[in-house]
């Protein structure tokens, strides 16, 4: 059977390489007023994007940025008028850099822009510089936001969230934490893996992925015991990429789900919930996908795996040895809350509806007591 047919869409500049961000200024160009949006940490880099013009810092983006934090960047373009908005940190930067670009000088909000394909156009030029190896963001047309309100994530996705100039420059994640690299480095073979293992799953696709989870096999090991390996800290980098590719025409599928009740009422960093899931969904979804499931598996180290069991343990095992706390319960979850994490999981049905085997309200459920 033919593969449905997809759109690839890739920033229209990629610049790899240690160094690379002092080249954003040259790119740029004669500016007069650029906002950056950071985090107290990566605002630190400002300086190294030899940029011209006045240049205004919003740094207020937590780790799961919400519709407050898009309204306060907002007022911060409202008042900069950038002729360029600069996304300088991880996912929840860059996730904030695209929105902002989109919509602080047209009239739609972020509820007339949420969903598929209803963004109505960028007038501002958008460069993403990421200071770590995980979401993908700066490669993709995807932007989450948390909604407090509702304990959910809002979804905007269209082609003009798209970057101008992506850099991956490793330099940048050499200060990223042993914990943060290693929980990053996960979601980033999760991308890929769940791309991989997906109903939607494409030939192209594919490979992007396997380039990806094989990067992260390799290399995530020695970043996270040496964070200054600049080798091991571009190929993360790379699989972080990859693994942004991945998510536009065919997206993750159940463990991006059932980690995402851990960000939104648990409050659980991204990269680390999805660290805690990714070993249970892979061994749940391994009957469906066993071929592709045994090149994960030797990706993670194992030399052959016969059973869901095998290779839950051979995904937890690697997770552990990168010194991950894969334990619900050690990061504050409390057993009568996993019904209702189970239940907000299930009816994610735009990445539900992506997983290679159905899942049951209770086969969520179970996923999260395996991993409580």
């Known amino acids: 059977m033919a593969a449905a047919p997809i759109t690839i869409h890739q920033p229209r500049r990629l610049a790899v390489g240690a160094g690379m961000i002092r080249e954003v200024g040259a790119w740029a160009g004669e500016t007069t007023s650029v906002l950056v949006i950071a985090t107290p940490i990566t605002a630190g880099f400002v300086e190294r994007l030899t940029l011209s013009g006045r240049v205004s810092v919003f740094d207020a983006i937590p780790g799961e940025p919400d519709i407050g934090t898009l309204d306060a960047a907002l007022a911060a373009a409202h008042q900069a008028k950038p002729d360029l908005i600069v996304g300088l940190g991880g996912g929840s930067v ?3 850099a695209k929105l902002v670009a989109a919509l602080w000088d047209g009239e739609q909000t972020l509820s007339d822009a949420a969903g598929p394909n209803r963004v109505n156009g960028r007038n501002t030029r958008l460069v993403q510089v990421a200071t770590t190896a995980g979401t993908g963001s700066e490669a993709g047309i995807r932007s989450l936001i948390t909604d407090p309100v509702k304990g959910a994530k809002i979804a905007v996705e269209s082609p003009h969230l798209i970057a101008d100039l992506a ?52 290399y995530l090991a020695r970043a996270v015991n040496d964070g200054a390996d600049t080798e091991a800290r571009e190929g993360l980098m790379l699989a972080s990429y990859y693994g942004g590719i991945c998510l536009g025409p065919v997206n993750t599928a159940a463990g991006h789900a059932i980690a995402y009740p851990l960000g939104t009422l648990l409050h659980l960093p991204h990269g680390l919930a999805n660290a805690i899931i990714f070993p249970h969904v892979l061994a749940f979804n391994q009957p469906a996908a066993a071929d592709k499931t045994a ?29 991950v706390e894969m334990a619900l319960a050690a990061h504050g979850a409390k057993e009568e809350d996993l019904s209702r994490y189970a239940t907000d999981a299930h009816a994610i049905r735009r990445l539900m509806d992506n997983n290679p085997v159905d899942m049951s309200v209770e086969d969520v459920l179970g996923i999260y007591r395996a991993a409580y």
């Not at 914990?179 to 980033?188: F, L, N, S």
């Not at 598996?297 to 040895?321: M, T, Y």
């Open 94 to 96: 860059m996730d904030v």
């Open 167 to 218: 850099v991956l420059d490793p330099e940048l994640t050499y200060s990223v934490p042993p914990a943060v690299t290693a929980a990053t480095g996960i979601d980033a073979m999760a991308h890929c893996v769940e791309a991989f293992t997906n109903r939607r799953a494409h030939p192209m696709i594919d490979d992007f992925a396997r380039m990806g989870f094989r990067l992260v096999g390799k």
């Open 295 to 323: 090149e994960v598996a030797r990706a993670l180290g194992a030399s052959r795996v016969s059973s869901p069991g095998d290779v839950g343990e051979v995904a937890k095992a690697f997770c552990l040895d990168l010194g």
